[in-house]
C-alpha cells in the first residue's frame, strides 16, 4: 500500500476540544497550554472560535487568549468565525487564517446555526470575501458528511454542492468531517473518489472523529488515497455532543503513534504532545485518547 | 482498495477477555453468557483455558463451563491448553478445537510459561499430536508478534521459525498476535508479507489487541492483503495487563461495525453482540469498545 511520505496535522483542541468540553478553562490556562503547542512541531492551531459568548460559553474568551499567546512564526493561528462580526473580532487580534463553517446537512446546519444551508451561503461569501480583503487565508468546515444525527446519510451530491459553492467563495482548503463519529473506510474510499471528480486532494483535509473506533482505519484509507491533511485534537480532548463519555476528536497523540511507527512525517514531537495532554487534563475530565490511558494507568 | 466478501470471527471473550479481567464471574454467568454468544451467528468460541487454577484462577471453572453450556452446533467451541494434564481436562468435556500458545519472544515466553521456547516445543508437539488423535483441530497463538514488552521488536525470522514449527507439528491455523497491542498496518503489511512467502493466508488468522488504538486500522490492512479470519473479544472485554486501564483486545462489536458498514459479511448479528457485552458487563468493571460508550451514554 503507498501512502504519502508527510502528512499536515492541524491541532484543532483549543477550539473543537475545548468546546466540547462541559468545564470552563480558564483564558491564562489556555495561553499556556498554546504556547506548550507551539513548541510541539505542530503547523497549525485553531486556538478558538469568534462565535457569539452565548452560543459557546466556553470559548468567550478567544479574544484575551488571541491576544495573549507567544507565537511562533512557525505555526499558523486560525480561529472559526460564523459571521461579520466574528471576523472583526478575530481580525483585531490578527489571527492568520479564518476558518468558516457549514453543515451537509440541512437539519444539523438549523440546528447549529438556526439557518437554511442556502441562506448561511451569503453570510459565509461576505466573511469569506473580508477575509480574503484583509489578506488571510480562508478555511471551510463541511460537517456531517459521512452521517448525521437527525438525518442519517447525507447523499454525496449535497456534499459536493456544498463543497463547490464554498470552493467559488474562494475558499483555500476544505476540512471533510465525520462531526459524529461514524464512518467506515469503505464509505471514506467512496466520498473520496467521488470528491476527487471535482477538487483536487491538495485542497482537501479530513476532520475525523473516534466516537465508535473507526477513526484511525479511516485516516489509513485516507492516506493511501493521498490525503496529506489531516485535523486532530490532543488526548481527544473534546466529547461527543451527542453521546457524552464517548469519544470525540481523533487524538492528535493517537495519529502521531500510527504516523510516527508507519514512517509517515508530521515534524511533530510526539512527547510534546503527551505533554500538552497531560498540561490540559489538569482543568478536563479524562482524556479518551488510547496513548493517555496508557500513560495514566503505567505511571 | 480490494476487500473479502466475507470474514470469520473468533470470540475470545470468554477466555482471553476473563482472564484478563481482575473479578471472578461465577461459573453460571459464564455459562448463561456463551449460550447468548453461541445464538449472536458467531461461528467460533473460546470458552475457557485448561491451564492449572493457580495460573488463571478467574478460569478454574473451565470444566463446569464446558459442561453446563447449550452447544449450538453450528458454534465451534475451542479452549486453550498449555500442556498434556490440560488436553486431558480438555478432551473430557470434549471441546471441539484445541488451541495452543506459543510466544516468539524468549523473554516473554519464559515469564508466561517458565520455559524456553525450545523446551516448549515438545510439551506442544505432544498435545497437538494427542488432540490430532483424538480427532480434535488445533489451532496456535503465537504471541507478541509485533513486540514484546521486555524484548520490544522481535525479528520476524524468529516469528517465521516459531510458526514453521508449529505448523510441523500438524497445527491447523495460527493466530498472529499483537499481544500488547503496538504494531502499526506498516508493520502488519510488512509482516504479512514475509509470512506470506512461507505460509497459505487461509491459515493465519489476526489476533490484534487495541491499546493504542490501532487495531482497527491494522485489521484493515489485513483485509487488504486477504486475511479473513479475526479474533475479538464482546466488548473488548479484557484490558491490556502490561497498562491496567487501557484497551485490550480488539472489541467485537467494534469490528463488526466496521465490517457491517464496509459490506463485509461475517454471519454475526451486532444487536446480539451487544446484548451480550450488556450481560457480561453487569460483572466486569466498564468495557472498553467505543460501541459499548456510546451505547451506555445515550441510553
Same mark, same amino acid.
Given at each position: 500500500?503507498?501512502?504519502?511520505?508527510?502528512?499536515?496535522?492541524?491541532?484543532?483542541?483549543?477550539?473543537?476540544?475545548?468546546?466540547?468540553?462541559a468545564v470552563m478553562v480558564?483564558?491564562?490556562?489556555?495561553?499556556?497550554?498554546?504556547?506548550?503547542?507551539?513548541?510541539?512541531?505542530?503547523?497549525?492551531?485553531?486556538?478558538?472560535?469568534?462565535?457569539?459568548?452565548?452560543?459557546?460559553?466556553?470559548?468567550?474568551?478567544?479574544?484575551?487568549?488571541?491576544?495573549?499567546?507567544?507565537?511562533?512564526?512557525?505555526?499558523?493561528?486560525?480561529?472559526?468565525?460564523?459571521?461579520?462580526?466574528? &471576523?472583526?473580532?478575530? !481580525?483585531?487580534?490578527?489571527?492568520?487564517? %479564518?476558518?468558516? /463553517?457549514? $453543515? *451537509?446537512?440541512?437539519?444539523?446546519?438549523?440546528?447549529?446555526?438556526?439557518?437554511?444551508?442556502?441562506d448561511t451561503y451569503p453570510?459565509?461569501?461576505?466573511?469569506?470575501?473580508?477575509?480574503?480583503?484583509?489578506?488571510?487565508?480562508?478555511?471551510?468546515?463541511?460537517?456531517?458528511?459521512?452521517?448525521?444525527?437527525?438525518?442519517?446519510?447525507?447523499?454525496?451530491?449535497?456534499?459536493?454542492?456544498?463543497?463547490?459553492?464554498?470552493?467559488?467563495?474562494?475558499?483555500?482548503?476544505?476540512?471533510?468531517?465525520?462531526?459524529?463519529?461514524?464512518?467506515?473506510?469503505?464509505?471514506?474510499?467512496?466520498?473520496?473518489?467521488?470528491?476527487?471528480?471535482?477538487?483536487?486532494?491538495?485542497?482537501?483535509?479530513?476532520?475525523?472523529?473516534?466516537?465508535?473506533?473507526?477513526? &484511525?482505519?479511516?485516516? !489509513?484509507?485516507?492516506?493511501?488515497?493521498? %490525503?496529506?491533511? /489531516?485535523? $486532530? *485534537?490532543?488526548?481527544?480532548?473534546?466529547?461527543?455532543?451527542?453521546?457524552?463519555?464517548?469519544?470525540?476528536?481523533?487524538?492528535?497523540?493517537?495519529?502521531?503513534?500510527?504516523?510516527?511507527?508507519?514512517?509517515?512525517?508530521?515534524g511533530i514531537d510526539i512527547?510534546?504532545?503527551?505533554?500538552?495532554?497531560?498540561?490540559?487534563?489538569?482543568?478536563?475530565?479524562?482524556?479518551?485518547?488510547?496513548?493517555?490511558?496508557?500513560?495514566?494507568?503505567?505511571?
Amino acid at each position: 500500500m503507498n501512502f504519502p511520505k508527510q502528512v499536515k496535522i492541524n491541532e484543532v483542541g483549543p477550539r473543537d476540544g475545548l468546546q466540547n468540553e462541559a468545564v470552563m478553562v480558564p483564558a491564562e490556562a489556555k495561553v499556556e497550554w498554546i504556547n506548550m503547542l507551539s513548541e510541539t512541531g505542530v503547523p497549525y492551531i485553531e486556538l478558538s472560535s469568534f462565535v457569539h459568548p452565548d452560543w459557546i460559553p466556553q470559548l468567550k474568551d478567544a479574544t484575551e487568549v488571541a491576544r495573549h499567546i507567544k507565537r511562533n512564526p512557525a505555526v499558523t493561528y486560525a480561529a472559526l468565525v460564523p459571521n461579520r462580526k466574528g &471576523l472583526e473580532r478575530a !481580525l483585531e487580534v490578527d489571527v492568520d487564517e %479564518i476558518c468558516l /463553517f457549514l $453543515s *451537509s446537512s440541512e437539519t444539523h446546519n438549523k440546528k447549529n446555526i438556526n439557518k437554511s444551508i442556502k441562506d448561511t451561503y451569503p453570510v459565509l461569501q461576505e466573511v469569506s470575501q473580508d477575509a480574503k480583503s484583509a489578506g488571510k487565508k480562508v478555511r471551510g468546515y463541511v460537517s456531517t458528511v459521512f452521517g448525521c444525527p437527525y438525518e442519517g446519510d447525507i447523499p454525496i451530491d449535497n456534499v459536493i454542492s456544498v463543497c463547490e459553492r464554498l470552493f467559488s467563495m474562494g475558499v483555500d482548503e476544505l476540512s471533510i468531517g465525520d462531526t459524529i463519529g461514524v464512518a467506515d473506510p469503505a464509505q471514506v474510499e467512496n466520498v473520496l473518489i467521488r470528491l476527487f471528480d471535482y477538487f483536487p486532494k491538495e485542497k482537501l483535509a479530513m476532520h475525523f472523529h473516534n466516537t465508535r473506533g473507526t477513526a &484511525l482505519a479511516n485516516v !489509513l484509507m485516507a492516506l493511501s488515497y493521498g %490525503i496529506t491533511n /489531516f485535523d $486532530s *485534537s490532543v488526548g481527544g480532548l473534546g466529547g461527543c455532543p451527542y453521546a457524552k463519555g464517548a469519544s470525540g476528536n481523533l487524538a492528535t497523540d493517537d495519529l502521531l503513534y500510527m504516523l510516527d511507527r508507519m514512517g509517515v512525517r508530521t515534524g511533530i514531537d510526539i512527547d510534546k504532545i503527551i505533554q500538552s495532554s497531560l498540561y490540559i487534563e489538569q482543568y478536563v475530565s479524562n482524556l479518551s485518547s488510547h496513548q493517555m490511558k496508557v500513560i495514566n494507568r503505567t505511571r
